[in-house]
């Protein structure tokens, strides 16, 4: 009897679906997650919780970034206007820099160097070519904006970044000026790998592996030890993994910060000192 | 402001921009985190996570119009993470805590309403989490397969083919869940289990 009854009421319930049993279905899960879902709101508190950590985590990532030069951030970021990077900076009351800057350079002769540096409002001494045949390419000009932890802007500045190439391969040299909140982005000498002397500036070396990796990416064990060696930087945003050798001259000469750098350059420690060397001789 | 606009002013570090984001999709992203998971618990952590990625790696979203999915990218995985590490208990003086952060949400009674619900409830949260998360893309958000497989990083075949089987497995269990009947049939209900039962 009742699998008669069942039978009929299912004749019934698919004719009025046009014969698709599925219709059906598809029409009741629906409804029921729809109507499920409506009655289910966010806590005033999560919003609390997700600013806190926010502030948390830009804090920790921020000291962990320190050290990174903006240009590894945007790796792989191919839009013509990229967010350059987010460093938090203790005990300043600025904790995050927005930097904005153009993959297409905003000048491409060196002729234009005099016009970048007055855009950003001080020279920076950089050569047209190096004895090794790297020559520049073009001329980026970043702005950065430094915020305090509400979002709230505190200051505007701007930086100068030069492409070099040599065959396929790129370098680029990365200058800023510093403000006295930045101090603390400078390395002990004892951090690089090498380091050279010229006319009182000391230049440091360092070479470690950059990693880029989705979204969602959760750091393995091994690599928050790398990370907290300062051997290894992640960046989030690839389809897929890459990892890439990042190899950088940092140097600090007239209050500007000036960092050459390249992915995967063929350059040794040494060829990458007498670049900067060359650099800093040149500005004397 | 439009969506674009809002994503904009975010990679420039706008915080009234994240918020209006967050006012926009907080209860989008709640929802489909309950859904996925089966617990409201959950759902708060995984919507938490998923905001913190969002503000923290904006700068990494390519296209402006894309943010939707990314954004659904993000929660989808995180659940995914979340369900996996669970399984441990949520301790008791956890439990009263949390009551009160989610504004008493925390009874299944005060979501789900009728015998309706809590059956197709049942009946998804017995799928396993790939077929239950495409289940609730499809039903819940209305999104194409398209749609889904971007969101979740795989092809338009394997949402298709995941969605058949969940519907499959769906109305088995819906159908059982007629059959048997008692366990959910109380007074007026009756009625809506015949539903269920002659799909």
Known sequence: ??????????????????????????????????????????????????????????????????????????????????????????????????????????????????????????????????????????????????????????????????????????????????????????????????????????????????KAVPPDYEPTEEDKKAMESGR??????????????????????DGIRYELMGFNVSLNADEMLQMAQEMVENGN | MDEKELVQRLKGGDKAAFDA????????????????????????DVVQETFVKCFLHIGELKKEEGFRSWLFQILYHTAYRHQKKRGREIPDEQIAIRADATDGMTSLDRIIKTENEKQVHDAVQSLDFKHRAVVVLYYYNEMTAKEIARTLGCTEGTVKSRLFAARKKLRGKLMMNGKGGGSYEEGGKQEENRRLYFL
């Not at chain 1, 014969?19 to 966010?42: C, F, S």
């Open chain 1, 1 to 210: 009897m009742k699998k008669a009854e069942s039978r009929k009421k299912t004749a019934d319930f698919t004719s009025c679906n046009g014969g698709r049993k599925d219709v059906g279905m598809d029409a009741l899960i629906k409804d029921a997650l729809q109507n499920t879902g409506t009655r289910i709101v966010a806590s005033e508190s999560l919003k609390q919780r997700i600013d806190f950590q926010i502030a948390d985590r830009s804090a920790k990532e921020g000291h962990k970034m320190k050290r990174m030069n903006m240009k590894k951030v945007v790796l792989g970021v191919a839009a013509a206007c990229v967010m350059v990077g987010t460093i938090a900076i203790a005990g300043s009351g600025v904790v995050s820099y927005m930097g904005h800057g153009s993959s297409i350079p905003d000048y491409t002769k060196f002729e234009d160097m005099g016009k970048a540096e007055s855009e950003i409002g001080y020279s920076v001494g950089c050569v047209e070519s190096f004895s090794n045949g790297f020559d520049m390419k073009g001329i980026h000009i970043i702005e950065t904006v430094l915020q305090d932890e509400s979002g709230q802007t505190l200051g505007e500045k701007k930086s100068l970044e030069i492409t070099y190439s040599k065959g396929g391969e790129e370098m680029d040299v990365y200058c800023k000026k510093l403000l006295p909140v930045e101090e603390a982005d400078i390395m002990e000498i004892g951090e690089y790998d090498r380091t050279l002397e010229t006319g009182g500036i000391t230049m440091g070396y360092t070479s470690s592996m950059y």
């Open chain 2, 21 to 44: 984001l967050y006012e926009k999709y907080k209860n989008i992203l709640l929802r489909m985190a309950y859904l996925i998971s089966g617990q409201i618990f959950d759902a708060e």
């Open chain 1, 232 to 253: 290894l930087q992640i960046g989030y945003g690839s389809a897929e993994i890459e990892t890439s050798q990042y190899s950088r001259v940092v140097w600090v000469k």
